[in-house]
Structure formats: C-alpha cells, structure tokens
C-alpha cells in the first residue's frame, strides 16, 4: 500500500545525572536488540541541551517516531522536552530492575521515574503514547514497541492527510454530515469539490492510453466468475483513473490522500455505471473512497488501514438476522443471542480480497429507483458477495454537531453463514451488540456508517484516540457494567 506511511523508528534512552548513565545505555542496548528494527540514537539525555541534540540525530537518521526510554530515573524535564522537539508520535517506556542481584549500583527507579515524567507531560500539556503498563524487561519493551508502530503509523498518516470530496449528501441521507472543523483542529486538511468538477474531469479522461492496463488488471482480478459485464470495464477504468489523478494533482503539501464521493442518484445515469468496484480496487490499495460523501468515514477507514496495513469497508449497520436464520445455523453453533447479530450490507465497496466468491453486479435498490427495475444498464458496477468470516472491529471517529470528537470500538467477527441476500453484506457478532447499539450508537446519535477493520485492533484504536484527544471512546460494555443511561431495571 502506497498510501500509508512506512514508520522508521528511534530510540533514544534518558538518563538523571545522578545515576549511572551507563545502565541507561546498557538497558537500551538490550531494547535495541530485542526489537530489532529500530535506530539506537547515540546521545543519551541527561539536559535540554541533549533533548535537542538526540531529536536531531534521530530526524538526521530518517526517523519519524520515537520511542524514548527511561533506564533509570530519567531527567523529567528533557525527557518531556524530546516530544516537544521532535514532530512525530513518541512513546515512553520504563526499564525494569533486572535482577535481585544488583540493587544498588543496578537500580534504576524508572517505576518511580516514569510517574514523574507523565506529570511533566501533562503540565507541558505534550502528548505522548504511554503503553497500558509502560515498565518492563527489554523483551515485554519490544513488545510494547511493537504495539505503538500501527498507532505511529496512524498517527504519521493523520498529520499529513487530505479529505477529497465530490459532492454534497444525498437529500434524506444527512446522518453522515458533521462539521469539519474537528478535522482541522486535528491538523487534516478537507478539499471539497461539485460532482461536476468529478464528471468533467472524467470526460477528459477518455480515450486515455494507460486505461487498457487497468482494464486488463480489473479482468484479472474478477476472474471469468465474477466478471459478469466486461464491457463495464473501459468506463471503470477511466474512473480509476480519474480519481488517481486528481489525487496526485490536488494533494498539494500532503502525502496522503482519500476520497468521500456522492455516489448516487445522479451518478450512475451521468457516468454510466455504479462506482463501488473502483471505490473498492482503491481501498485495497490503501484509498479509502467512502460512500455517500461520508468525511468521518473516509477519515475511519484510513485509520483502519494506517492500524492494519491491509484493506478495510465501510458499511451500513443495516438490518437484523431473521429469527428462522438465527435460530438454524448460529445459536447451534456460536453462544450469541440474537440481539447480538446483526447485518453489515453495503451496495458493493468492500474490496474482493475481503469476499467469498465476489463479482460485479448491479445495484437492485438504485435499479428499482432510477430504471425501474427493468434489465440494469447503468446501474451495474457494485461488487457484492458475502464478506468473509473471521475477526473484525466495527469502529468510528465521528464529530457531532457541536463540533465536539467522540469515537466507538466494538470488537467481534463476522460467522460463516450465508446471508442469501444482495450487496457486500455479512452476518456480524459483537457481543452485547443489542445495547451497544442502543446506548452507543443510537443515544449518542451515531450515523447508519461504520468503519471495519479485519482484525481485533481494538487496542490501537483506543490507543489512537485518546491521543487525539477525543473525551468519549465508548465501546460495546460487557453484561453487568452498565451505560451512563442505561436503565439498570430494564
């Protein structure tokens, strides 16, 4: 994926002056090896002289997240000052005393010292990864680093994103409007365009050389199965084009970029096809194109895929599994109550990788709209199949209309069941799911959209949020701890 950021990673170790620097050095040699892949800063920091001097080492080495570690008791100023200096995600971590053996000259008080140093972040009002529990041997500090890589290489991403829109949201679908301007306080830049600078630029488009080669790569891809219309796709292709295009034309100063396009009603009639098989090809390659001008969800779905590496949908929360389905082949098999099921259906972005035997067909909703249900023309162009099984999280960084950030994660996986329906859909579990959706989504007046990464990444998402600052991460509560608003007599 070439729209995510590769993070290179710095260590630099701190030292107070009145203990042994050399046990800094020597924990952070040992954390160097143990994880491997990391640059090992020369400087050790015992002053803010040495702050500035270690963060220019880093950045003269390339690196872009920093991982700073407290050998000992750390000088708290400095030690904070590195975060301030350097403009990437850092993460502070703790060395724990290695042995029983050595508690005197081999005592670091890092335990001590990391309390200190979480004060001096807050005071300096400086934002900073500290992991769950940031004291450890150098083998559980790699793990730790290993941890924080997903969320520096969000948070990386974040920092140098743009929002492309075309459109404004279709009448009667508002759910998905918020205010922007969360999204500038965030540092994330929105270019907002018509659909007819999109249609324009697509007619310019045509007749474009280099279309045949992803009309060979879209053949192949679908395979004769799932490539029900090839005709179809000449025009895709052009669309593909267009929208890589403009990317590279309109990023401007920012090295990332996604799209939330309006999608219908006029856009199959003017272009001639659906556009949910090029949105999807895109988010494979780390392009998120959300649906129906979804900012928020365009913005989700890139976090999804900074945290994952791999591709991600968004879908509708849509409907419920029939009592008759529910009650033949998952209660059987899996310990959820039907209130803990539901379908996850949209007209066909989810990219095929993420498919059990997808192929390109036409949108029914929009043919009955916009043709009457008669035999598809340009209605076709969605990819539909059953989203494969395994482990998800369902999640959404969202502004309400006060402008106000506030975010959800549900972590649980999609069964192996058929949905004997139409779109990109799948039959999903989260556990407590019947009062997530009743105390999160609908009190907190979340929209219809959510984010999916294929993965549990519940962890880094949190972890994600809360240094951006969002007040309310609410996830699905376990039976027995109740909402702010639930009714503890229902």
């Given at each position: 994926?070439?729209?995510?950021?590769?993070?290179?990673?710095?260590?630099?170790?701190?030292?107070?002056?009145?203990?042994?620097?050399?046990?800094?050095?020597?924990?952070?040699?040992?954390?160097?090896?143990?994880?491997?892949?990391?640059?090992?800063?020369?400087?050790?920091?015992?002053?803010?002289?040495?702050?500035?001097?270690?963060?220019?080492?880093?950045?003269?080495?390339?690196?872009?997240?920093?991982?700073?570690?407290?050998?000992?008791?750390?000088?708290?100023?400095?030690?904070?000052?590195?975060?301030?200096?350097?403009?990437?995600?850092?993460?502070?971590?703790?060395?724990?005393?290695?042995?029983?053996?050595?508690?005197?000259?081999?005592?670091?008080?890092?335990?001590?010292?990391?309390?200190?140093?979480?004060?001096?972040?807050?005071?300096?009002?400086?934002?900073?990864?500290?992991?769950?529990?940031?004291?450890?041997?150098?083998?559980?500090?790699?793990?730790?680093?290993?941890?924080?890589?997903?969320?520096?290489?969000?948070?990386?991403?974040?920092?140098?994103?743009?929002?492309?829109?075309?459109?404004?949201?279709?009448?009667?679908?508002?759910?998905?409007?918020?205010?922007?301007?969360?999204?500038?306080?965030?540092?994330?830049?929105?270019?907002?365009?018509?659909?007819?600078?999109?249609?324009?630029?697509?007619?310019?488009?045509?007749?474009?050389?280099?279309?045949?080669?992803?009309?060979?790569?879209?053949?192949?891809?679908?395979?004769?199965?799932?490539?029900?219309?090839?005709?179809?796709?000449?025009?895709?292709?052009?669309?593909?084009?267009?929208?890589?295009?403009?990317?590279?034309?309109n990023r401007g100063s920012r090295?990332?970029?996604?799209?939330?396009?309006?999608?219908?009603?006029?856009?199959?009639?003017?272009?001639?096809?659906?556009?949910?098989?090029?949105?999807?090809?895109?988010?494979?390659?780390?392009?998120?194109?959300?649906?129906?001008?979804?900012?928020?969800?365009?913005?989700?779905?890139?976090?999804?895929?900074?945290?994952?590496?791999?591709?991600?949908?968004?879908?509708?929360i849509n409907n419920t599994v029939?009592?008759?389905?529910?009650?033949?082949?998952?209660?059987?098999?899996?310990?959820?109550?039907?209130?803990?099921?539901?379908?996850?259906?949209?007209?066909?972005?989810?990219?095929?990788?993420?498919?059990?035997?997808?192929?390109?067909?036409?949108?029914?909703?929009?043919?009955?709209?916009?043709?009457?249900?008669?035999?598809?023309?340009?209605?076709?162009?969605?990819?539909?199949?059953?989203?494969?099984?395994?482990?998800?999280?369902?999640?959404?960084?969202?502004?309400?209309?006060?402008?106000?950030?506030?975010?959800?994660?549900?972590?649980?996986?999609?069964?192996?069941?058929?949905?004997?329906?139409?779109?990109?859909?799948?039959?999903?579990?989260?556990?407590?799911?019947?009062?997530?959706?009743?105390?999160?989504?609908?009190?907190?007046?979340?929209?219809?959209?959510?984010?999916?990464?294929?993965?549990?990444?519940?962890?880094?998402?949190?972890?994600?949020?809360?240094?951006?600052?969002?007040?309310?991460?609410?996830?699905?509560?376990?039976?027995?701890?109740?909402?702010?608003?639930?009714?503890?007599?229902?």
């Open positions: 994926m070439n729209n995510i950021p590769i993070v290179k990673l710095g260590l630099i170790a701190v030292s107070r002056d009145c203990f042994v620097i050399s046990l800094s050095e020597r924990r952070r040699a040992a954390v160097t090896k143990a994880c491997g892949d990391i640059y090992e800063a020369k400087i050790t920091v015992e002053n803010e002289n040495d702050a500035r001097e270690a963060v220019r080492e880093a950045k003269e080495h390339g690196c872009n997240a920093l991982v700073v570690l407290l050998g000992n008791f750390g000088p708290e100023t400095p030690e904070t000052l590195i975060a301030k200096y350097f403009d990437g995600p850092v993460m502070y971590a703790a060395s724990a005393e290695e042995t029983g053996d050595d508690l005197i000259n081999g005592r670091g008080d890092a335990y001590c010292g990391m309390l200190n140093c979480s004060y001096n972040l807050g005071l300096r009002k400086i934002p900073a990864i500290i992991p769950e529990y940031p004291v450890g041997t150098d083998a559980d500090i790699a793990a730790m680093i290993a941890d924080f890589v997903p969320v520096a290489r969000a948070l990386i991403g974040l920092a140098s994103l743009k929002v492309i829109t075309f459109g404004p949201r279709p009448q009667d679908f508002f759910a998905c409007n918020a205010p922007i301007k969360p999204l500038y306080d965030l540092g994330i830049e929105i270019q907002e365009n018509s659909e007819l600078d999109l249609l324009v630029a697509y007619r310019e488009h045509n007749g474009d050389a280099r279309a045949q080669a992803i009309v060979d790569d879209m053949a192949k891809e679908l395979g004769v199965k799932g490539n029900a219309y090839p005709e179809l796709l000449p025009r895709m292709a052009q669309f593909e084009l267009t929208l890589l295009d403009w990317a590279e034309k090295e990332y970029v996604v799209f939330a396009d309006k999608c219908w009603p006029a856009f199959p009639k003017e272009f001639g096809f659906e556009p949910c098989y090029v949105n999807s090809r895109l988010a494979s390659k780390g392009i998120p194109v959300a649906c129906e001008v979804d900012i928020y969800g365009a913005l989700s779905e890139y976090i999804g895929t900074c945290v994952t590496g791999g591709a991600v949908t968004l879908l509708d029939p009592a008759d389905m529910y009650e033949k082949e998952i209660k059987p098999k899996w310990d959820y109550k039907p209130c803990d099921t539901f379908m996850g259906f949209h007209c066909g972005n989810t990219p095929l990788c993420c498919l059990k035997d997808g192929a390109v067909k036409f949108q029914l909703i929009q043919n009955r709209l916009l043709e009457n249900g008669g035999t598809p023309d340009f209605t076709r162009g969605t990819l539909e199949g059953d989203i494969a099984s395994g482990d998800i999280t369902f999640f959404r960084l969202q502004s309400t209309a006060d402008t106000n950030l506030r975010a959800y994660i549900a972590q649980g996986e999609i069964l192996p069941v058929a949905t004997r329906s139409f779109g990109g859909i799948g039959i999903f579990a989260i556990p407590e799911m019947g009062r997530f959706y009743r105390h999160v989504l609908i009190a907190k007046h979340y929209p219809h959209h959510g984010a999916v990464a294929f993965g549990h990444v519940g962890k880094a998402l949190h972890t994600i949020f809360k240094y951006l600052g969002v007040p309310d991460v609410a996830f699905n509560q376990p039976k027995g701890m109740l909402y702010k608003d639930e009714n503890p007599f229902a």
